[in-house]
């Protein structure tokens, strides 16, 4: 069974900061692995996936993510921080044979001015 | 398409209640999830649909709570007795095959 990881529940940062919020994930194949943003009183919206293929992908709003075979991660990354990304974000796997997604337990943002 | 649309978007119950919550998915996917979200808990999977059918739903707390798909285009998430601790928002999602899920505005109920 598929299940994730994310070691971190609340992390403060400056605004123009780098960011970066982690993710483990156990899968007995290769999985598919998303990062999910949530704004209070909101549902998720996606921001970037991997399938296949490049292990580096960008999504919107300036985010990235790299996934990494032999630490079973799927770390997200931003180089500089906005005011606006304060949110709670949440990874996700997905297993392909029965399209059954889990999510993490999410990571709170907070950022300073 | 309006995305998944999830009702009522506040519900309000007393202890002991039936509660019904209500999930219309994206024309054309073929799965759909109910997740419950909580503070202690974070994002919960229910139970998942796929083409109507259940096929995981060992995430459902205990036998007060039942989900039913009837068709492609609608999706029930029945609590019956409610109980204060079942407060929380529940989230309906779809999607098609191995592609992201889109999450509806969720469901804040609160058992009081």
């Known amino acids: 069974a598929q299940s994730v990881t994310q070691p971190d529940i609340h992390i403060t940062v400056s605004e123009g900061a780098s960011l970066e919020l982690r993710c483990n994930y156990s899968y007995g194949a290769t999985p598919y692995l998303f990062w999910y943003v949530q704004s209070p009183g909101q549902g998720l919206q996606l921001l970037l996936k991997?399938?296949?293929?490049?292990?580096l992908v960008q999504g919107i709003k300036g985010f990235e993510a790299e996934f990494k075979r032999s630490q079973s991660s799927f770390n997200l990354r931003k180089p500089s921080v906005h005011w606006s990304d304060a949110a709670e974000y949440f990874c996700?796997?997905?297993?392909?044979?029965?399209?059954?997604?889990?999510f993490g337990t999410g990571t709170r943002l907070q950022v300073f001015p | 398409d309006a995305g998944v649309i999830q009702s009522p978007r506040h519900e309000v119950t007393e202890m002991g209640q039936e509660v019904t919550l209500r999930c219309k998915p994206i024309s054309g996917h073929n799965s759909l999830f109910w997740y419950r979200q909580t503070m202690m808990r974070g994002l919960e999977l229910l139970i998942y649909?796929?083409?109507?059918?259940?096929?995981?739903d060992s995430g459902m707390p205990e036998d007060r709570f039942s989900a039913k798909m009837p068709n492609a285009s609608f999706s029930t998430l029945k609590i019956q007795p409610s109980e204060p601790r079942d407060s929380a928002v529940y989230f309906c999602?779809?999607?098609?095959?191995?592609?992201?899920?889109?999450f509806g505005q969720g469901t804040r109920l609160t058992v009081v």
């Open positions: 996700a796997v997905g297993d392909y044979n029965t399209d059954k997604l889990i």
């Open positions: 991997y399938f296949s293929g490049d292990t």
């Open positions: 649909f796929n083409n109507n059918v259940p096929i995981d």
């Open positions: 999602a779809s999607s098609r095959g191995t592609s992201e899920a889109f």
